[in-house]
């Protein structure tokens, strides 16, 4: 059984900063990545961020990159995903997900297990 459940969802002003965790637990966290995608309404679910089993490897959206830092804590099998610089644009239901490949992928359909979501919305 593998669960993941978000949490820090919420309103934030526009060029503000905020933080979201994933915690895992079951076999999830036995998986080599983990990552974070979104979706806004009338959009399909984008790939944010994702990182290796130790960190040391992340990939980022070209949308994203340089505002947001995924991080891991493996030992409290937490994902953390730190926003700063937010736009009205980064509103949306943000999912952390896990799978058993490579944390490169950046695809949905190549994820294995998902969270049911956190919504940030980011007022101007």
């Known amino acids: 059984q593998v669960q993941l459940v978000e949490s820090g969802g919420g309103l934030v002003q526009a060029w503000g900063s905020h933080r979201l965790s994933c915690q895992a637990s079951?076999?999830?966290?036995?998986?080599?990545?983990m990552g974070w995608f979104r979706q806004a309404p009338g959009k399909e679910r984008e790939f944010v961020a994702a990182a290796s089993w130790s960190g040391s490897s992340t990939y980022y959206a070209d949308s994203v990159k340089g505002r947001f830092t995924i991080s891991r804590d493996n030992a409290e099998k937490l994902v953390y995903l730190q926003m700063k610089g937010l736009k009205p644009d980064d509103t949306a239901v943000y999912y952390c997900a896990a799978r058993a490949g490579s944390a490169s992928a950046r695809a949905a359909r190549d994820w294995d297990y998902w969270g049911k979501g956190a919504l940030v919305t980011v007022s101007s």
């Open positions: 079951g076999r999830a966290y036995s998986y080599n990545a």
